[in-house]
């Protein structure tokens, strides 16, 4: 299947070189840097076409490396900082390709445990506020989602901005300095 001289990528890998050498299932290849590597022949994939390949010196890459760019800083508007920094959507059409074969408990409980998730991911990255979008429906979500929230101690929860979300979200704002429960 592997010949020689064919331009072959490695299928985990952000790689690309040409083959050198096959001894059965192993293939060793020669990347544009000049490395010889050994896969296993399922591994690789052959090219159709033969995608360029940049010769630049390793010495060119390194000094543009090395050389410190200046960082530019986003400039924040005073409206902004007060803006949540996260949006989870809890639609059940958001989270799963199908509802087939759930049932409403189901759904509910898949959704619950999304916003938990969410709000432990926010607690552990200090992200200070979190929308939750989750509807008007019969407001079973809502409640339940008013319960979760009461369970911990470093949050309060209200209602989300009205013109940008309507009635259907729910705004967490995170105490940073308390720990989770």
């Given at each position: 299947?592997?010949?020689?001289?064919?331009?072959?990528?490695?299928?985990?890998?952000?790689?690309?070189?040409?083959?050198?050498?096959?001894?059965?299932?192993?293939?060793?290849?020669?990347?544009?840097?000049?490395?010889?590597?050994?896969?296993?022949?399922?591994?690789?994939?052959?090219?159709?076409?033969?995608?360029?390949?940049?010769?630049?010196?390793?010495?060119?890459?390194?000094?543009?490396?090395?050389?410190?760019?200046?960082?530019?800083?986003?400039?924040?508007?005073?409206?902004?900082?007060?803006?949540?920094?996260?949006?989870?959507?809890?639609?059940?059409?958001?989270?799963?390709?199908?509802?087939?074969?759930?049932?409403?408990?189901?759904?509910?409980?898949?959704?619950?445990?999304?916003?938990?998730?969410?709000?432990?991911?926010?607690?552990?990255?200090?992200?200070?506020?979190?929308?939750?979008?989750?509807?008007?429906?019969?407001?079973?979500?809502?409640?339940?989602?008013?319960?979760?929230?009461?369970?911990?101690?470093?949050?309060?929860?209200?209602?989300?901005?009205?013109?940008?979300?309507?009635?259907g979200a729910t705004e967490v704002y995170i105490y940073q300095n308390v720990s989770p429960n």
């Amino acid at each position: 299947m592997f010949k020689k001289g064919q331009q072959v990528a490695v299928l985990d890998d952000d790689m690309i070189g040409h083959v050198v050498k096959v001894n059965g299932t192993t293939i060793t290849i020669e990347t544009a840097d000049g490395f010889e590597l050994d896969f296993d022949s399922h591994e690789l994939v052959v090219l159709k076409e033969a995608l360029p390949v940049n010769h630049i010196p390793i010495s060119d890459i390194i000094k543009e490396k090395e050389t410190p760019k200046k960082r530019k800083q986003p400039t924040r508007k005073a409206k902004e900082k007060y803006l949540p920094t996260m949006e989870v959507d809890l639609h059940i059409h958001q989270l799963t390709n199908s509802t087939r074969g759930m049932n409403n408990h189901d759904m509910l409980t898949l959704q619950l445990d999304t916003a938990r998730r969410q709000l432990d991911l926010a607690i552990s990255k200090r992200i200070q506020k979190v929308v939750f979008i989750h509807g008007v429906g019969q407001g079973v979500l809502k409640t339940e989602l008013e319960y979760l929230f009461g369970r911990y101690n470093n949050v309060k929860f209200y209602e989300a901005n009205y013109q940008k979300y309507g009635l259907g979200a729910t705004e967490v704002y995170i105490y940073q300095n308390v720990s989770p429960n």
